[in-house]
């Protein structure tokens, strides 16, 4: 039963575009929604997170969109840089995570 | 120094073996957990304890067997390692209440032939 779903396994884009990338998922009583990020070797890092009573949380390059409606969220990053090229789970929490299974971006110089 | 540190990050072995990994966190942190990412990359919840007190429990064979010995150690034995068992298994750690802001550690990486 896959709860979280990244449909993009990968997604490269040009140094300087945006970066978008979408999760969607299933169950309904997710109190909270994060995006961490990871490099070859080493484990996840946080990056960013939303409470499921508000639809936008900016930080710096990065901002996290959530439609409840469609039970859809996502992750911008303007401008990317070489440094964001990693893999990205996208992260549902209510007494646990449940994990995405990541899509891997190729920022391309 | 390492937040959270997890030894050995490789390890390849025997079906029927017995092997454990070890986890330590530094940042004084209330709750452990280990995590199973495996080839098809999902990551999955398997334990989390808190102060010592094993709080969740996913449907995972008995074969694994989480300990803590105190709040900084999380380790992980396996009993008659199989070749499913082979996978990427990380420590994490996170304050009492703020499960979403886990810390990882690196990761090790389990080969079972």
């Known amino acids: 039963d896959q709860q979280v779903k990244q449909n993009s396994p990968s997604l490269s884009v040009q140094e300087g575009r945006i970066s978008i990338l979408n999760c969607d998922y299933t169950?309904?009583?997710?109190?909270?929604f994060l995006w961490y990020k990871k490099y070859p070797a080493e484990g996840p890092t946080f990056l960013i997170s939303?409470?499921?009573?508000?639809d936008k949380n900016e930080d710096g390059r990065f901002t996290v969109f959530l439609n409840k409606s469609a039970k859809h969220l996502s992750l911008h990053i303007v401008p990317s840089q070489p440094g964001d090229s990693a893999v990205y789970f996208c992260?549902?929490?209510?007494?646990?995570?449940?994990f995405g299974t990541g899509t891997r971006l190729t920022i391309i110089p | 120094d390492t937040a959270v540190s997890q030894t050995p990050k490789y390890l390849v072995t025997q079906m029927g073996n017995d092997k454990s990994i070890k986890c330590e966190q530094n940042?004084?942190?209330?709750?452990m957990y280990w995590y199973k990412q495996d080839s098809k990359k999902f990551l999955k919840i398997m334990f989390s304890y808190n102060n010592k007190e094993l709080i969740i429990n996913e449907t995972v064979p008995n074969r694994f067997s989480p300990k803590s010995p105190d709040k900084a150690h999380l380790n992980l034995h396996i009993n008659s390692l199989e070749l499913g068992d082979s996978a990427v298994y990380f420590c994490?750690?996170?304050?009492?209440?703020?499960?979403?802001?886990?810390?990882f550690g690196e990761g090790s990486r389990l080969t079972v032939l």
């Open positions: 992260i549902f929490g209510n007494e646990k995570l449940t």
């Open positions: 169950n309904s009583m997710f109190d909270y």
């Open positions: 994490a750690s996170s304050l009492a209440g703020r499960t979403g802001e886990l810390f």
């Open positions: 939303i409470s499921s009573i508000k």
């Open positions: 940042l004084g942190h209330d709750t």
